[in-house]
């Protein structure tokens, strides 16, 4: 099959088609007996590859992600080319690792993450999601990202890592720039990949980088010398610790990858249940037996994160489709949530779907999010902070969508209540 205008998923006009035109393409490619080979976008100043196969099936998503000896996520997984050097020091992240390397890591990072800690969380998530809505009422609504969705994430991974309140604004300014991709509202780049517009872009990605970095490791070096029982001081103490660099990656990791799904989850949670007022009549009507289906099925049908790729390691047959070494594959999490194989009336947007097997977290194995259970709990105590005291809180008009092939974001949503 002969990828057409509108189907080359390595271009950006692609992107900014309308959902529903995406979901389209993505349903014809589930439909064909083979994955389809994509050719690569060339990047300016960045070494590009042939392509990659686009693995749209859920089967096959799974698979993939369950058998990280074969899909490796090294040299690069948040990247479709390979990530260089100067970017890597700064993203290099574990979700670039396989093990030992990535078991080591997540081991020690995984303690932020325990059924323990997070309970000990709930009042605090609660505190701050009052606070958040008590600023939006005397603001006035303007835009809901900017205003709750964006603010509820950031806070919690800068308490959790002990980041001062008056930097919360600094992280987050700089997280919107390495989330930003190609859209030229945070990295200058836009649509027409031209040498000005993506030099201009990868120095506010190394800049945002760098700033976060340089944070976190002053962070770590404060709390070798004075723990304070933070995240921070568990994570450099002990005998098991980050070094300055796998902090500072591990920051940026965390308070990326925690704001990009449960800001945009809560964004378009809100959206959606405005779209779909009898789904919304049901949610409120019984909030706290319905509220763990409804975050799971906001996830599934805007599937925050898009795609992470995947590289072969050595010959194997999947699906009847021959992988070789050094195959570039892309896992599309959002065409795998929409398989009519897996779920029934996939296009349907229901907060009752029973079983709900999405891949909105990434796959099953060694990858999936540690953050998944958190993420939950942040749009939990959202949504129940806001239709408690702001019942009628509606989005209003269309979003304004981030152009990328990576995060289906939404940066600015107006909303009235």
């Excluded at 959902?19 to 389809?36: K, N, V, Y």
């Excluded at 990535?102 to 606070?131: C, G, N, Q, W, Y």
């Excluded at 944070?215 to 304070?228: F, I, Q, S, V």
Aim: net charge neutral.
């Amino acid at each position: 099959m002969t990828i057409s205008a509108d189907m080359d998923l390595s271009q950006l006009p692609f992107w900014s088609l309308p959902q529903a035109h995406r979901m389209e393409t993505f349903r014809r490619l589930r439909a064909l007996d083979q994955p389809q080979f994509v050719p690569e976008q060339p990047l300016p100043f960045i070494k590009s590859g042939a392509g990659y196969y686009a693995i749209v099936r859920h089967a096959d998503v799974v698979e993939a992600s369950r058998t990280p000896e074969v899909f490796s996520s090294e040299p690069c997984s948040n990247s479709i080319p390979d990530m260089p050097r100067w970017l890597a020091v700064y993203f290099g992240s574990m979700i670039n690792m396989d093990d030992p390397k990535h078991a080591r890591l997540r081991r020690i990072v995984s303690r932020a993450f325990t059924p323990r800690v997070l309970a000990k969380m709930e009042e605090d998530l609660e505190r701050a999601a009052a606070e958040i809505v008590d600023q939006a009422i005397k603001e006035g609504p303007r835009d809901f990202v900017t205003q709750v969705a964006a603010r509820l994430p950031v806070r919690v991974i800068c308490d959790m890592m002990g980041v001062p309140p008056a930097l919360h604004d600094l992280v987050l300014r700089r997280t919107n720039v390495i989330l930003g991709n190609a859209d030229p509202e945070y990295t200058g780049i836009g649509p027409e990949l031209t040498r000005l517009n993506v030099a201009r872009g990868l120095a506010r990605l190394i800049h945002a980088g760098y700033s976060l970095n340089r944070l976190a490791a002053r962070l770590g070096d404060e709390r070798r010398k004075r723990p304070t029982g933070d995240l921070v001081s568990l994570l450099v103490n002990g005998e098991e610790r980050l070094t300055s660099q796998e902090l500072g990656s591990f920051f940026i990791l965390l308070v990326v990858a925690g704001s990009e799904t449960t800001r945009n989850a809560i964004a378009h949670g809100l959206k959606l249940l405005t779209d779909h007022p009898d789904q919304r009549r049901l949610l409120t009507d019984n909030f706290e037996g319905l509220i763990g289906k409804a975050c799971d099925e906001i996830i599934r049908y805007a599937t925050p994160v898009i795609q992470f790729r995947r590289t072969v390691t050595r010959e194997h047959v999947m699906n009847g489709m021959r992988y070789r070494p050094g195959d570039k594959v892309l896992l599309f999490y959002n065409s795998a949530n929409r398989d009519e194989s897996v779920f029934r009336d996939p296009d349907a947007f229901d907060i009752t779907r029973d079983p709900n097997p999405h891949v909105g977290f990434g796959g099953p194995g060694p990858h999936h999010c540690l953050g998944a259970h958190l993420a939950r709990r942040e749009m939990t105590v959202m949504f129940r902070e806001l239709f408690t005291r702001l019942p009628d809180i509606r989005a209003v008009g269309e979003p304004d969508y981030l152009l990328s092939n990576f995060i289906n974001g939404i940066k600015h949503l107006r909303y009235a209540y």
